[in-house]
């Protein structure tokens, strides 16, 4: 019988959801101790999500550790709600909130010192690709971004133009680019985000040196986030 083995699926709920949504998902959902998944909701519905057993991650968190800061949450105080892991650097983040690699990498200081691992995304825009220097743009940002020294956290790639339209990078796209971070970070977890789905999940997890998938409208589904868990990889493509 052939090994298998089975990737990471990181859900980013974005700013969706509400108390009734939460209870209705997990009507259906019955995949909420796979230890696979990390649900990451926004802030005031960790506990409720937790509460079913879930292991959940945030979507961001402050770089400071407290202090006059309206608005912001201290990765300690995630870690108090239960919180495992924290998304940083999303390009949502780093479009609408002008987010550096400098700002991330210090989130991901911040984050790993209250005991939380960071999930830190990097990603070409589609002029940037178009111009042919997407490799050495992801590689940059993903130096810049992620902490110095030995602390763990998992590098997401999620190319801009594949974000919420549909378009995912092809096998090959894929393939090239997690070959090039696996050289920059050979034991660290690689996800690919853009527009996974149930129907091209399995393609996508099969990619060399892709660890997981983090997953952004279908994971709002529970039918099609089951579908997702559902799939096992063969061992040895990374
Ligand atoms: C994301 O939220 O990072 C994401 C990849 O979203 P989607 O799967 O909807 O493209």
Not at 193 to 200: F, I
Request: proline share 5%; with cysteine.
């Amino acid at each position: 019988m052939e090994d298998l083995v089975s990737k990471i699926i990181v859900a980013n709920w974005k700013m969706n959801g509400s108390g009734e949504f939460i209870h209705s998902f997990f009507s259906t959902f019955t995949n909420s101790t796979d230890n696979r998944l990390i649900i990451c909701p926004p802030y005031p519905y960790l506990s409720q999500v937790k509460s079913h057993g879930v292991t959940v991650g945030a979507q961001d968190c402050s770089q400071h550790t407290s202090g006059a800061f309206t608005g912001d949450i201290a990765a300690s105080m995630l870690h108090d709600m239960g919180c495992s892991y924290v998304i940083l650097g999303h390009s949502e983040r780093r479009q609408y909130h002008a987010e550096s690699n400098a700002l991330i990498r210090e989130k991901a200081h911040a984050a790993l010192d209250a005991g939380l691992t960071p999930i830190i995304c990097v990603g070409e825009s589609r002029a940037i690709r178009e111009s042919g220097n997407h490799i050495e743009t992801v590689l940059n940002q993903a130096k810049e971004s992620i902490p110095s020294g030995t602390g763990k956290f998992m590098l997401a790639y999620e190319p801009i133009w594949a974000i919420g339209t549909g378009l995912t990078a092809s096998e090959s796209d894929i393939a090239e680019m997690h070959t090039a971070l696996r050289h920059l970070l050979p034991t660290t977890p690689l996800l690919y985000g853009g527009s996974v789905n149930k129907e091209n999940a399995k393609t996508i997890m099969s990619t060399p040196d892709v660890d997981g998938v983090l997953v952004g409208g279908a994971s709002l589904k529970p039918d099609d986030l089951m579908a997702i868990l559902d799939f096992k990889t063969p061992l040895g493509n990374r």
